[in-house]
């Protein structure tokens, strides 16, 4: 039924329907019973030149139908087109410029405030048709889309070390006593912690 009813629905791309564009005529449809029945026997009392003839202009029109869609398509793509050129921001970057890359690779498990722009980079040489070669200081140089890459006006990034997030993972928590609460922690080396708290008392490590 999925299947039928996206066949016999009419597509803007190609400004018909796909029954039509295979068949070359409209589809009729289970509630059109009666006058299927009444188009069948109509079509089935012709004689073979007159059947013939006539198959010939369906064939004829099937390539009109056929061109028709092609058109169409051309036409929504050309629409499409213009809307996507038309959210791209044009940007002009010279040699020496300071820019940030977008990082495109897909990431299931990616950070919730990881940003996705790395850098900054130098700009090493613009190409023709929007390509440009950005350099880093410990690393090779690459060459990249200017889509994927804005400006950037702010200094030299401070390399700060900070603590991976899977370092400390709490396991299991128990009450030794009323007012002692235990936390256990495990590392990526298997090492196992434990912190204990203590209401009314500072914490400490047992």
């Known amino acids: 039924d999925a299947l039928w009813a996206f066949r016999t629905s009419y597509k803007t791309p190609i400004g018909c329907t796909p029954f039509k ?3 070359g005529k409209a589809c009729h449809l289970p509630i ?3 006058h299927k029945v009444y188009w069948a026997l109509k079509q089935a009392n012709f004689d073979l030149v007159v059947a013939g003839d006539h198959r010939k202009i369906q064939l004829n029109e ?4 056929l061109d ?3 058109e169409n398509s051309l036409i929504y793509k050309e ?11 044009n940007r002009i970057f010279n040699v020496g410029d300071r820019a940030l890359l977008f990082n495109s690779r897909l990431k299931i498990f990616s950070g919730k405030l990881k940003t996705r722009w790395s850098g900054p980079f130098t700009i090493a040489k613009v190409f023709p048709y929007g390509i440009v070669e950005l350099s880093q200081a ?4 690459c060459k990249v889309n200017g889509h994927r ?14 603590p991976d997030r899977e370092v ?9 006593r009323a007012s002692h609460l235990q936390l256990h922690f495990r590392n990526p080396v298997s090492k196992s912690y434990r912190l204990t708290f203590s209401f009314g008392i500072p914490n400490k490590w047992p």
């Open 79 to 89: 629409k499409t087109k213009r809307i996507h050129d038309s959210k791209i921001k």
């Open 21 to 23: 564009l295979v068949y």
């Open 32 to 34: 059109e019973l009666e």
């Open 62 to 65: 099937l390539n009109e139908i």
């Open 168 to 176: 400390f993972r709490a396991l299991s928590f128990s009450f030794t």
């Open 149 to 162: 890459v804005k400006h950037y006006f702010g200094g030299d990034v401070p390399q700060l070390d900070y």
């Open 68 to 70: 028709h869609a092609y």
């Open 138 to 141: 410990n690393g090779p140089n």
